[in-house]
């Protein structure tokens, strides 16, 4: 026969890339503490030539998505070491825009 090996003796397993749960309004977490599993950054479908961010949070043991176009909580969440996931945090609204806490 041939000498090729198999794809499953590499035992590569696929990374899930997509977001989990209901997708809820950001005021719906507001002050309360959630955890941030994963975030993804791109553009928005919505608002020609401004940034989206996806959030994959989970809130009494429940995974949900959030959308946000806040820069502040993009900027903060990009600082974020990749082995600092998860983490837990509340965002809240301090004056005009949304942050971490």
Known sequence: MNNFKSFKSFNIEPEPTTFIGDKIKIQKVLDEEIIIHKYKIGDSKVKQGTKMMTLQIEKDNEKHVIFTGSRILMEMIERVPKDGFP???????EFEHLEFT
Do not use: A, E, S, Y
């Open 87 to 93: 983490f837990k945090t509340k965002i809240v609204k």
